[in-house]
């Protein structure tokens, strides 16, 4: 928990965790980015929860359903120079549902994808290869094309919409513009830790709904070790 807070470089004074808390589903009413992260305030009728996940696009007034995740009180974010009195960390969507409707939650591993590692991996061989900054700088000319990236397993978020999320590192990027972490889209298993090259077909600006958007993916990727 403790390297999940310092790597989004946010304070633990005045907090205290309580116990996890079930999915959180309703609609955005609000929302902010700050340190790597989206803040967002989920309305459910009459009341409203704050949840912090790793910085995605999440629209105001859309629904929303986050997985869950530890309950802070009283918590004091240095990069807002905000104090949330109940704050949920959240690793992201809680399920291929729209609108809070139950689903399979992830089994996820491995370290926050906000946080940037101390990883160097060498560039992938091949024409197709590239670094995980240069996806994300040139998404654009590379939407629907195959590429090659190999990296560092960072985490990995099995089952959610019938695939299994990959993030990967290989030193390149820029954490506060969120170019450092690329994320494939595999129906292989993968563990936090090893080296793979991923090859797979570039998505840029993917819109899954539910007010989750991603500048870049790389989807149906085979891995390499």
Partial sequence: MNRFLFAAGLSLLCASAARAQDVVAGKAAETMDSGG????????????????????????????SFAKGMVMTDFHSKTLNRTFKTLIFSEGPASAGHGGKAGKVAVQHGAPATSQ????????????????????????????????????VIKVSEGIMDRNWVHLQDGSGDPKAGTHDLIITTSEIAKPG????????????????????????????????
């Avoid at 061989?125 to 900054?133: F, I, L, S």
């Avoid at 991923?198 to 085979?222: H, N, P």
């Fill in 37 to 64: 992260y989206t803040y967002v305030r989920v309305q459910e009728g009459k009341d409203s929860t704050w949840v912090a996940v790793p910085q995605q696009a999440v629209k105001v007034g859309t629904d929303v």
């Fill in 117 to 152: 590692l101390s990883v160097k991996i060498a560039k992938a061989e091949g024409k197709d290869a590239y670094t995980v900054a240069e996806v994300f700088a040139k998404r654009k000319e590379l939407d629907g094309k195959q590429v090659s990236v190999r990296g560092k």
């Fill in 194 to 225: 090893e080296t793979v090259t991923a090859r797979g077909t570039v998505a840029k600006d993917k819109d899954f709904g539910s007010g989750y958007r991603y500048q870049v993916l790389i989807e149906k990727g085979a891995l390499k070790r």
